[in-house]
């Protein structure tokens, strides 16, 4: 796991540091862990579970702007408050990291500071796949999309690709991809129905025909 998270770059001494202002959380599904507009005053790394981000119009409807799994870096914050609210999709286990301590040791390892800016980057390439998503994408474009996603993120990770563990409710996946529920859950009811998925226990969905899947996410 230390391979996928902000601790890669460091080395031992280094990695005792960072322990010494680390704080290791465990919360549950459903919980947030911070609010658009909250003074951001610490860091957070996904050390395991799912966590949306996510932004509220002004009318009240939600825009999920990610989900975060095991690796993944939330909390990076250009002035003194969070952009985004961020909640558990399942329970998840995170190290959080007080902003201003953190800061200082960046200043003093050159290595962390720029395995952020790396991870700033993934972020900002994830960021615009999702703008083509929602942008240039059919329905059943975007959901077979978003599968393949999910399972090229779990096989970078050492897990299984298939099946593709989805945790997330059709209400989730419907604000991330700019549909409506009912929409979503036609769409894989249509996958299944053509045999290109099926739906399994424990939240997983196995791609029964994956160049299907490929060619469908294509418009192909």
């Given at each position: 796991?230390?391979?996928?998270?902000?601790?890669?770059?460091?080395?031992?001494?280094?990695?005792?540091?960072?322990?010494?202002?680390?704080?290791?959380?465990?919360?549950?599904?459903?919980?947030?862990?911070?609010?658009?507009?909250?003074?951001a005053d610490a860091?957070?790394?996904?050390?395991?579970?799912?966590?949306?981000?996510?932004?509220?119009?002004?009318?009240?409807?939600?825009?999920?702007?990610?989900?975060?799994?095991?690796?993944?870096?939330?909390?990076?914050?250009?002035?003194?408050?969070?952009?985004?609210?961020?909640?558990?999709?399942?329970?998840?286990?995170?190290?959080?990291?007080?902003?201003?301590?953190?800061?200082?040791?960046?200043?003093?390892?050159?290595?962390m500071q720029r395995r952020?800016?790396?991870?700033?980057?993934?972020?900002?390439?994830?960021?615009?796949?999702?703008?083509?998503?929602?942008?240039?994408?059919?329905?059943?474009?975007?959901?077979?999309?978003?599968?393949?996603?999910?399972?090229?993120?779990?096989?970078?990770?050492?897990?299984?690709?298939?099946?593709?563990?989805?945790?997330?409710?059709?209400?989730?996946?419907?604000?991330?991809?700019?549909?409506?529920?009912?929409?979503?859950?036609?769409?894989?009811?249509?996958?299944?129905?053509?045999?290109?998925?099926?739906?399994?226990?424990?939240?997983?969905?196995?791609?029964?025909?994956?160049?299907?899947?490929?060619?469908?996410?294509?418009?192909?």
């Amino acid at each position: 796991m230390r391979s996928l998270t902000v601790c890669a770059a460091l080395d031992p001494e280094e990695l005792r540091r960072l322990a010494d202002i680390l704080q290791t959380a465990r919360v549950e599904a459903g919980q947030t862990l911070f609010s658009e507009g909250d003074a951001a005053d610490a860091l957070y790394n996904v050390t395991a579970g799912t966590v949306k981000l996510y932004k509220l119009l002004p009318d009240g409807r939600r825009q999920i702007t990610g989900f975060l799994v095991t690796g993944d870096f939330l909390g990076l914050a250009v002035n003194e408050s969070y952009a985004y609210t961020a909640e558990t999709v399942t329970t998840a286990t995170l190290c959080r990291f007080p902003r201003k301590k953190i800061d200082a040791l960046m200043d003093e390892f050159p290595k962390m500071q720029r395995r952020l800016f790396s991870m700033a980057s993934n972020e900002l390439a994830a960021a615009q796949d999702q703008m083509l998503l929602l942008g240039r994408k059919t329905a059943k474009e975007k959901i077979c999309s978003f599968l393949l996603m999910l399972s090229q993120r779990a096989a970078r990770r050492g897990h299984k690709e298939n099946p593709v563990y989805v945790p997330m409710s059709r209400a989730d996946i419907a604000d991330y991809l700019g549909l409506t529920t009912e929409t979503v859950s036609r769409t894989f009811t249509q996958l299944k129905t053509a045999g290109v998925i099926s739906l399994q226990e424990g939240n997983k969905v196995l791609i029964s025909d994956m160049d299907a899947i490929y060619d469908m996410a294509e418009g192909c």
